[in-house]
């Protein structure tokens, strides 16, 4: 591997402003951007506590490519000694709310981003501010709030505090052209068992209500043409699908609050046709709902690792995959082949639910199908979180009933177990969407493109025109001969990229000056030629 070094010439030196202020200044940069007052903290220069000569100096710095206007000297006067007490206490307010760590991302809310509309009146004592989360079934969004408000009412000078919570809009994290139903779907989340009769139509169901009692707005598509599950599992009132004629889409039902989309809505019950077939009505079904705003659609998979299982996996970007599997050894040998499948299209498996377990009888635990299945497939394919469901008459009776065991019994064994794997697919679904977002990003101050690839600690740098000149699409390369078709000459050394957005779990699309859009997979990425020697400061 061919090693590079970082094109430090041409790139705007590092600097502190430190040294341009009073002696006993305190100085710092604010290296995320926190909307106060209706605009970017980014475009405050400094908080500064000043000597008691009261004077400022002018201080220029840099914040990436951008140069932030300096502060004249000029006397003291009410206005500004007014301006930079503002400035100190909304420093102070943020100060006190980055102590505030989310235990997802293990960084503190503000550097997330998540404080918004932050107002701070110091003279009367009043700050108030948004907490705008990933999404509104966040487990933790009590305890933010709480927080929130005990370490701002701690600041001496505070009065009155206002917290307002809300959650990120509903939209994809992944480029490309999706069709208009998906484009406001944050989270797409598979179900699967890839065996029949193991439960995935009943965990897929109650998952859905328990994300949607949770505060999330939630779809669940059953995917299965042949044998629907979602018509006999939950009662709406209207139970036929229908079509908007001028926009030619479809209307899902609902129950609940949660919309449903099932062939066995559609008035035909169950289908009898050809693969090919199937799978043009899954696409169609999908891709034409008006979904509209979700938060999490839930999507029943059929049984298999055929067409309509690859179909799906390409039509929509999955954000993650629930493995649904029972006790026997038997189960385990399909359940593998699916997990092996999503690994394949870079689906991330974040929890595995066994499914009828044990039962309790005169004060002992039983399990009538052996034990471990569950755990294996956690163990050999390094699976994060495995979650248990017992035998229970009632949970299999709610799926002839048409009310969820969650919505009928909200306070029982099965729906607590059902909120800890609500609370887990939540915690891993942001975790990825973060992950995924800032993969790839581009430092302009560097002139680098960074490389943090999900799931491995490794970051490094590349240049943009070695990313650019490694393109192996049919523009680039012979699709027959494996020739060369782009030189080395062709792409300038000064290439800068325009846009780079996640591409799935697997790749970025990378749009550069002359028009052309680049899809860089991860796994490319990582054995392209890399920079050394990156500056210590941009790892603080």
Not at 67 to 96: G, Y
Not at 304 to 321: E, H, K, M, S
Request: charged share 20%.
């Amino acid at each position: 591997m061919q090693i590079l070094h970082a094109p430090f010439a041409s790139t705007p030196a590092f600097y502190s402003a430190a040294a341009s202020l009073p002696k006993g200044s305190e100085f710092s940069i604010l290296r995320r951007p926190v909307h106060v007052s209706g605009k970017s903290l980014a475009e405050l220069i400094t908080a500064t506590s000043f000597s008691s000569q009261r004077q400022l100096r002018s201080a220029w710095f840099s914040y990436g490519d951008s140069v932030c206007s300096s502060v004249s000297p000029i006397a003291a006067s009410s206005q500004a000694v007014s301006e930079v007490a503002s400035q100190t206490a909304e420093t102070d307010v943020l100060k006190a709310l980055s102590q505030i760590i989310d235990p997802d991302f293990g960084t503190d809310i503000v550097s997330c981003g998540f404080v918004k509309d932050l107002n701070v009146d110091k003279a009367l004592g009043e700050v108030s501010f948004r907490l705008e989360l990933t999404t509104p079934a966040c487990p933790v969004k009590d305890m933010f709030e709480q927080k929130a408000n005990e370490v701002v009412a701690a600041l001496p000078w505070v009065e009155r505090v206002n917290v307002t919570m809300s959650a990120q809009p509903a939209r994809p994290v992944y480029a490309g052209q999706l069709p208009a139903g998906l484009q406001r779907i944050s989270n797409v989340v598979a179900v699967s068992s890839c065996k029949g009769g193991v439960g995935k139509s009943t965990v897929a169901v109650n998952l859905a209500y328990t994300l949607a009692g949770m505060g999330a707005r939630v779809g669940i598509f059953d995917a299965d043409v042949y044998g629907p599950s979602l018509p006999t599992m939950v009662s709406p009132e209207n139970r036929l699908l229908e079509m908007n004629p001028e926009k030619r889409t479809i209307i899902p039902t609902e129950y609940m609050g949660v919309k449903l989309v099932s062939f066995g809505f559609a008035g035909q019950g169950r289908a009898i046709m050809r693969g090919p077939m199937v799978s043009g009505v899954i696409n169609q079904l999908l891709t034409t709902t008006e979904w509209g705003e979700l938060d999490y659609l839930v999507i029943d998979m059929p049984p298999g690792t055929g067409d309509i299982q690859l179909t799906l996996c390409q039509v929509v970007p999955l954000t993650a995959a629930v493995i649904v599997t029972t006790p026997q050894k038997l189960a385990f040998i399909d359940v593998a082949k699916g997990v092996r499948m999503f690994s394949k299209l870079k689906v991330p498996c974040v929890a595995v639910v066994e499914n009828m377990c044990h039962f309790d009888a005169d004060g002992k635990r039983y399990y009538p199908f052996g034990r471990g299945s569950g755990s294996q497939v956690v163990k050999e394919f390094g699976i994060p979180h495995l979650f248990e469901l017992p035998i229970r008459p009632t949970l299999s009776a709610s799926g002839d009933s048409g009310v969820p065991e969650v919505v009928s019994d909200p306070q029982g064994e099965v729906a607590n177990a059902f909120q800890e794997l609500g609370v887990c697919v939540v915690q891993q679904c942001a975790k990825i969407r973060q992950q995924v977002s800032t993969a790839v990003t581009y430092d302009k101050s560097m002139k680098a493109i960074r490389v943090k690839v999900p799931e491995s600690d490794e970051e490094f740098y590349l240049h943009p025109a070695t990313v650019r000149r490694n393109d192996r699409s049919a523009d680039s390369v012979d699709e027959w001969t494996g020739e060369q078709k782009l030189k080395y000459a062709d792409i300038a050394d000064d290439i800068e990229p325009e846009d780079i957005r996640a591409m799935g779990n697997y790749a970025v699309s990378i749009t550069w000056p002359d028009g052309f859009s680049q899809i860089a997979p991860y796994d490319q990425l990582q054995m392209m030629e890399r920079l050394v020697d990156v500056p210590q400061l941009l790892h603080q």
